[in-house]
């Protein structure tokens, strides 16, 4: 499992990179509905763990990256892929393409655009 639960600095260069999008709680909730995270019963997330979320849907799509806890995300999960995902013969907006038809599968919606996501770098 790969959730990024609090800031990492590093002083010369970036500790994380990740091409995705930044979902809040809502929309979290909203994604599980969606995927059928919790059994037949999914209309009660009041009982469920946002953590209980992420972890379901991590289960279910092994390729993505969920992390949580990068410095201009706040409390936001950001889910995508890491650039050591991408593959040798791929250009980077074939690469962005395919984050976002992954993110399309997860959300049931077109993902408008995937970002670069930066943790870390230069603190000084």
Known sequence: MKIRIDFVSNSSSSSFMLIGKAFDDDELVKIAEYNKIGGPDVTDYD????????????????????????????EEVCIGMEYD????????????????????????????????????????
Do not use: S
Not at 55 to 61: N, Q, R, V
Not at 91 to 117: H, I, P, Q, S, Y
């Open 47 to 74: 009982d469920w763990d946002k953590w209980d979320i992420v972890e379901a849907l991590e289960d279910k799509f092994k390729d993505l990256n969920f992390n949580y806890g990068l410095e201009n995300y706040g």
């Open 85 to 124: 995902n991408m593959k040798q013969d791929e250009t980077r907006k074939e690469f962005e393409k395919r984050v976002a038809d992954r993110l399309k599968e997860l959300t049931g919606r077109e993902t408008v655009k995937v970002e670069c996501m930066i943790d870390g770098g230069y603190d000084g």
